[in-house]
């Protein structure tokens, strides 16, 4: 392995996070990588959205489609005062590389690209295709991002077999876990009708936290599933809650209630917006609910993809991984329902959305040789 200085993922690590890509910005991150990768023989395609880059690459025409998928968007950096250097200026202190984005991802989007150059250095007649899916747009609305580029693929039938997400799934260290799926989340935004009157003629109103506190207790204490061997079992959760207009002697007209469920696949959203319907309709609510599908929980079993990561995390770490379906949503969610198999292994997660998020770079390297050695696993057989 080359010196730090002259470490390739290093310079393109620190390339991408100079550019200052808060979403649903892309600042050029897109355009250096098309760059390289046209230069690798892949095709680019952008395709922009609304307020929303996004690129497609592809070398290659025939199946199986490899497809690594990741965001050059990065979340807002907070207090500046909180960072011992600036956020947008990367800098390696003591091994790591400090810098927004250093971990989710922009340090797996370096890692990507230098793998797959070197994979198709090495391997020019490869099996199959390899392919970019990139947006600026996964950190915030996430509706003119992957999402539409998928829609665009499924129109023209141009599937994918196998994807694998950059998002940084590793815990303590580099490829100690994998995602191999990821719950679903349903979120409602419920509101419950009242009365409003003085609190001192409470006869003359109709109180709506009295009327719904036993219905969202009753929500609170279900038991949804019992989840899988994949899946914990499904949590219901009040994100918000807000009711009265802040004087001590007003009963409220409304209560404002924003809930979220993150689901296993041993339901589907529409049992659960029936039971909850059920619930508030038997505690006699006079209501209104709005649902919002941030998306269906998906699992990648054994098969080639899940061989391919284990082995080549084995072989340049000497870790068994741990493939797991915990934490939040991912962008994989939306490519998982064309049928391809999706895992996502990326740098460890400590940092991310944090002040002073950084990767180690000995990481970032040992990514980069991960990456490499899955595409050798599927590719070249």
């Given at each position: 392995?080359?010196?730090?200085?002259?470490?390739?993922?290093?310079?393109?690590?620190?390339?991408?996070?100079?550019?200052?890509?808060?979403?649903?910005?892309?600042?050029?991150?897109?355009?250096?990588?098309?760059?390289?990768?046209?230069?690798?023989?892949?095709?680019?395609?952008?395709?922009?959205?609304?307020?929303?880059?996004?690129?497609?690459?592809?070398?290659?025409?025939?199946?199986?489609?490899?497809?690594?998928?990741?965001?050059?968007?990065?979340?807002?950096?907070?207090?500046?005062?909180?960072?011992?250097?600036?956020?947008?200026?990367?800098?390696?202190?003591?091994?790591?590389?400090?810098?927004?984005?250093?971990?989710?991802?922009?340090?797996?989007?370096?890692?990507?690209?230098?793998?797959?150059?070197?994979?198709?250095?090495?391997?020019?007649?490869?099996?199959?295709?390899?392919?970019?899916?990139i947006t600026s747009d996964e950190e915030g609305p996430f509706i003119n991002g992957t999402t539409r580029v998928i829609d665009t693929l499924e129109a023209r039938n141009e599937k994918i077999t196998w994807s694998l997400v950059g998002e940084?799934?590793?815990?303590?260290?580099?490829?100690?876990?994998?995602?191999?799926?990821?719950?679903?989340?349903?979120?409602?935004?419920?509101?419950?009708?009242?009365?409003?009157?003085?609190?001192?003629?409470?006869?003359?109103?109709?109180?709506?936290?009295?009327?719904?506190?036993?219905?969202?207790?009753?929500?609170?204490?279900?038991?949804?599933?019992?989840?899988?061997?994949?899946?914990?079992?499904?949590?219901?959760q009040i994100a918000n809650i807000n009711g009265g207009t802040g004087a001590s002697n007003v009963i409220p007209g409304a209560l404002e209630v924003m809930f979220n469920f993150r689901y296993s696949t041993e339901v589907t959203a529409e049992?659960?917006?029936?039971?909850?319907?059920?619930?508030?309709?038997?505690?006699?609510?006079?209501?209104?609910?709005?649902?919002?599908?941030?998306?269906?929980?998906?699992?990648?079993?054994?098969?080639?993809?899940?061989?391919?990561?284990?082995?080549?995390?084995?072989?340049?770490?000497?870790?068994?991984?741990?493939?797991?379906?915990?934490?939040?949503?991912?962008?994989?969610?939306f490519i998982a329902p064309t049928g391809a198999q999706v895992i996502e292994l990326g740098p460890v997660n400590a940092t991310i959305h944090k002040v002073n998020e950084c990767v180690k770079v000995a990481d970032l390297e040992l990514l980069?040789?991960?990456?490499?050695?899955?595409?050798?696993?599927?590719?070249?057989?």
């Amino acid at each position: 392995m080359s010196g730090v200085e002259d470490s390739a993922v290093l310079a393109l690590a620190k390339d991408l996070i100079s550019r200052q890509s808060v979403t649903p910005l892309d600042e050029g991150c897109q355009t250096l990588m098309a760059e390289r990768l046209a230069k690798a023989g892949f095709t680019i395609e952008s395709m922009v959205f609304e307020d929303t880059t996004n690129m497609w690459a592809r070398k290659g025409t025939d199946a199986p489609l490899f497809c690594f998928a990741g965001h050059t968007d990065v979340v807002p950096v907070g207090d500046l005062n909180r960072w011992h250097t600036p956020p947008f200026d990367p800098v390696v202190i003591d091994g790591y590389l400090y810098g927004r984005g250093a971990a989710d991802m922009k340090g797996s989007l370096a890692a990507m690209l230098v793998a797959t150059e070197r994979f198709v250095a090495k391997h020019p007649n490869h099996q199959g295709s390899i392919a970019f899916l990139i947006t600026s747009d996964e950190e915030g609305p996430f509706i003119n991002g992957t999402t539409r580029v998928i829609d665009t693929l499924e129109a023209r039938n141009e599937k994918i077999t196998w994807s694998l997400v950059g998002e940084p799934s590793s815990t303590h260290k580099l490829g100690d876990i994998v995602k191999n799926g990821r719950r679903g989340s349903l979120t409602g935004n419920l509101t419950v009708k009242g009365i409003q009157g003085h609190v001192a003629y409470p006869h003359l109103a109709d109180n709506p936290i009295h009327r719904a506190a036993p219905a969202l207790d009753e929500l609170a204490k279900m038991k949804w599933d019992n989840g899988n061997e994949f899946f914990p079992p499904t949590s219901f959760q009040i994100a918000n809650i807000n009711g009265g207009t802040g004087a001590s002697n007003v009963i409220p007209g409304a209560l404002e209630v924003m809930f979220n469920f993150r689901y296993s696949t041993e339901v589907t959203a529409e049992i659960l917006i029936k039971r909850v319907l059920n619930i508030l309709d038997a505690h006699g609510l006079d209501y209104e609910i709005d649902w919002v599908f941030n998306g269906l929980p998906f699992l990648t079993g054994d098969g080639p993809l899940l061989e391919a990561t284990k082995a080549a995390i084995k072989q340049v770490t000497g870790l068994d991984t741990d493939p797991q379906t915990s934490g939040g949503t991912s962008d994989g969610r939306f490519i998982a329902p064309t049928g391809a198999q999706v895992i996502e292994l990326g740098p460890v997660n400590a940092t991310i959305h944090k002040v002073n998020e950084c990767v180690k770079v000995a990481d970032l390297e040992l990514l980069t040789d991960c990456y490499e050695a899955i595409l050798e696993h599927l590719l070249c057989k």
